[in-house]
């Protein structure tokens, strides 16, 4: 047997490397270096066929067990998180399936009117968008986008994949269907800007993937309680390490699991820690849309610096 790749390794060809410790400098609003923000995953899954977490082992279809666990986030969860950052004045990136329009419109609504970022998240985490060819991705994009501005009246900036599954092409069909960034990419604690073929610009906003609600309790069977302390461990971590560099932290939700009372009483103590920072001007609380856009006025202040982070 030869060596596969003897010299280069295949590569994704999206941005180059660069170290964290060799970047050009900035603040975010206010001053702040550490930028947080809230993940809202809202999601709808079909009943008796399809992909969706467990609580339990997998039954056959119908499996009412998994598939109402996963409900309850709809109509239990998510209001109880709602109820719990509108009493710490915390804002969310809603990261939405358009299903949730067919099925529980009055959910959207209420992240609508809370003036939640509404992100686009494929019409259903029942299917990976990777399966789908190169004109059927294009119009899953058009669609969610169309469907959300249509109902919501906002057409989101920003995308999620169900199951943060990628084709080949997906930040090129993203930037060419009128989307601004990606949060996909787990590559960084800064946002990176990826080349599409386009040359249209989009940014890959860092989404968190073990402050994560479904790998580390779901996958990982944490408890509610050592998740949260590690949250507070990663915040107090990176807020001293933001002092050398701007950084952004993410912490992605799913009502169905922190929407549960017992995991939501841990959740409490931790969000009331961003509030406190917030109100004392420790960090910028913000969207993954609003560090796009801040990323974006810096490169057109800065260009040559910020063309190839």
């Known amino acids: 047997m030869t060596e596969r790749?003897?010299?280069?390794l295949p590569?994704?060809?999206?941005?180059d490397y660069s170290p964290i410790t060799r970047r050009p400098d900035w603040h975010w609003p206010n001053g702040a270096r550490l930028a947080v923000y809230l993940g809202f995953n809202l999601e709808h899954f079909a009943f008796g066929d399809g992909l969706g977490?467990?609580?339990?082992?997998p039954s056959a279809e119908p499996d009412v067990l998994n598939h109402?666990?996963?409900?309850?986030?709809?109509?239990?969860?998510?209001?109880r998180c709602m109820e719990l950052f509108d009493q710490l004045g915390l804002p969310t990136g809603a990261l939405v399936n358009t299903a949730l329009y067919d099925h529980c419109p009055e959910l959207v609504a209420a992240v609508v009117a809370r003036g939640d970022e509404l992100i686009g998240h494929g019409h259903s985490n029942a299917e990976r968008q990777a399966e789908f060819d190169e004109?059927?991705?294009r119009a899953l994009l058009q669609r969610c986008s169309a469907r959300m501005a249509s109902e919501s009246g906002q057409a989101p900036t920003g995308w999620l994949s169900p199951w943060i599954s990628e084709s080949r092409l997906t930040p090129d069909l993203l930037a060419e269907t009128g989307y601004r960034y990606t949060l996909n990419w787990c590559h960084d604690d800064q946002p990176t800007r990826m080349h599409t073929r386009s040359g249209r610009s989009l940014w890959a906003v860092p989404y968190p993937q073990e402050l994560n609600d479904i790998p580390m309790i779901v996958t990982r069977q944490m408890d509610a309680k050592d998740f949260c302390a590690m949250v507070r461990d990663n915040f107090d971590e990176m807020l001293q390490q933001s002092?050398?560099?701007?950084?952004?932290?993410?912490?992605?939700l799913h009502p169905y699991i922190f929407g549960q009372p017992y995991r939501l009483r841990h959740l409490r103590t931790v969000l009331e820690v961003f509030?406190?920072?917030?109100?004392q001007g420790e960090i910028w609380f913000t969207t993954p849309g609003g560090i796009c856009r801040h990323m974006e006025a810096l490169a057109a202040e800065r260009p040559e610096e910020f063309s190839a982070i």
């Not at 977490?53 to 082992?57: H, L, S, V």
């Open 5 to 8: 790749w003897p010299h280069l």
């Open 11 to 15: 590569h994704h060809g999206r941005f």
């Open 53 to 57: 977490a467990r609580i339990g082992p």
């Open 68 to 79: 109402g666990w996963r409900e309850y986030g709809n109509r239990v969860g998510a209001w």
């Open 135 to 137: 004109a059927g991705e």
């Open 243 to 252: 002092a050398r560099q701007p950084l952004v932290m993410g912490l992605a």
């Open 275 to 279: 509030a406190a920072a917030r109100d």
